[in-house]
């Protein structure tokens, strides 16, 4: 097929009328499929249902001996922050391991950033006169929404494919003592599935801020869900590359089992500097008197070590990658020749970051839904909800059966080719 701006206007008004076919046929078939979220689907879950039996209940103390059914440990049970430490290649001593949300964590320790002095700080974040942060984009909507809640300024940073456009960052960062941070996916981003190379991390590190206190959340959200775990991408410990650099309180670094076990049943992390740590410690040490420390227990009871945890990441890839090798075929087959639409093709994550044409994307999600197919909103993956160029839309192929995603991505696709062909007519239309 050729590229839809080749077309002659008889052809493309053809196009618009098969399409528009295929429209109400799917219409006919009153379908209610949600893609809107990366949610585990049920084999998922299912892989790692030994985690409910994996604590006797004559087994509830950690390896001190520890009565972990009581009050205390506010910085988790030591098996969990040794485990944690292994995973993500830090000493455990500079690991918080606590409830069950990654986000939850971020959130908390944004409050913090605002309400408290952090080492290297003047004063609480909350007392500067305007506050701004910096968004990698297209991003992670849940990121864009804390920022929003404390009244951030956000600015969006574009993507490369080495991560974010760090001339962009070191210029931002290094003239403006109101940036106070950037959001950072390093590991398979949300939604592009873009690593970050080392260069950009060392960058990240090094990089002069006008801000003394800039801080740099490290959301390692994806860093074990490889789709080939025989060759998995890796980052350098942004722990140890701001220590280097003498800038060893800028990173704060989050990860979670949330997609490894249960999600809102898992265990979650933070990793920082020393000094961060003991400022965290005593501030969670007046929020609560310990987590689920039994949660924690059991968790490692079932996860033992990195190697296990490797083998219950290889299941999931072998349940992710013909949905994400699904997408990708039926992209290639219904847009690949009609230069309507571009897309990531992710080595792991769980995401796909899908481009149509300027000032599309919320139409075509919006007849999806009328379709009976929900995308995540058009613009969620910017901050404020707003594409400037209204043309990112996120897929998210883990949760459905391989048979239900087929039918979404037919209909996503027949929607694209409806929007881009009546657009070009449209235009050539006016001029």
């Known amino acids: 097929m050729p590229s839809f ?30 893609m809107a979220r990366g949610k585990p689907c049920k084999d998922q879950l299912d892989a790692v249902a030994g985690l409910l039996d994996a604590l006797p209940s004559t087994d509830y ?31 455990m001593d500079q690991v918080l391991a606590m409830g069950n949300s990654s986000l939850n964590l971020m959130f908390d320790v944004m409050v913090r950033c605002l309400h408290l002095r952090l080492p290297g700080s003047e004063r609480p974040w909350k007392e500067e006169p305007v506050l701004k942060f910096l968004c990698p984009v297209p991003g992670y909507d849940r990121h864009f929404a804390i920022t929003k809640e404390f009244g951030f300024e956000m600015i969006p940073v574009e993507m490369t494919p080495d991560g974010p456009d760090m001339d962009a960052v070191e210029r931002l960062a290094g003239a403006d003592p109101a940036v ?26 090094a990089m002069r801020t006008a801000a ?26 942004i722990l140890s590359l701001c220590s280097e650099q003498g800038h060893a309180d800028r990173p704060y670094e989050f990860a979670s089992t949330s997609k490894i076990t249960f999600a809102g049943g898992g265990i979650a992390c933070v990793a920082a500097s020393p000094g961060n740590v ?4 005593r501030s969670f040490g007046i929020q609560t008197i ?12 079932f996860l033992r070590n990195p190697e296990r945890v490797a083998e219950i990441m290889a299941r999931h890839a072998d349940i992710l ?41 919320s139409r075509v999600v919006a007849m999806a839904k ?45 929607c694209i080719r409806l929007a881009a062909a009546e657009k070009l007519l449209a235009d050539r239309s006016a001029s």
């Open 5 to 34: 701006s080749s077309m002659e206007p008889q052809a493309l008004a053809q196009e618009t009328r098969e399409q528009r076919d295929r429209c109400d046929a799917f219409r006919a078939m009153s379908l209610s499929l949600n």
């Open 61 to 91: 103390r950690d390896e001190t001996g520890f009565d972990l059914r009581n009050y205390g440990l506010v910085e988790g049970i030591p098996e969990a922050r040794r485990l944690f430490g292994a995973l993500l290649g830090v000493p």
């Open 180 to 205: 106070k941070g950037i959001w950072c996916i390093p590991v398979y981003s949300n939604p592009d599935g873009i690593t970050y190379s080392e260069e950009t991390c060392r960058r990240l590190a």
């Open 212 to 237: 003394p206190d800039f801080r740099i959340f490290w959301d390692n959200a994806y860093f074990l869900h490889h789709l080939d775990p025989s060759n998995p991408d890796r980052v350098p410990d």
């Open 278 to 281: 003991a400022m965290l410690k």
């Open 290 to 301: 310990g987590p689920d420390k039994l949660n924690q227990l059991r968790h490692v009871r």
């Open 321 to 361: 990658r013909p949905k994400f090798d699904t997408v990708l075929s039926i992209l290639e087959q219904e847009l690949g020749e009609t230069g309507t639409a571009r897309w990531n093709r992710p080595r792991g994550g769980y995401f796909i970051s899908l481009f149509v044409g300027d000032g599309l994307a």
């Open 370 to 414: 009328e379709l009976g197919v929900e995308f995540t909103p058009a613009g969620a993956t910017y901050p404020y909800g707003r594409d400037p160029r209204d043309h990112n839309i996120r897929i998210a192929p883990s949760f459905p059966p391989i048979a239900e995603l087929e039918t979404a991505i037919r209909v996503l696709c027949a």
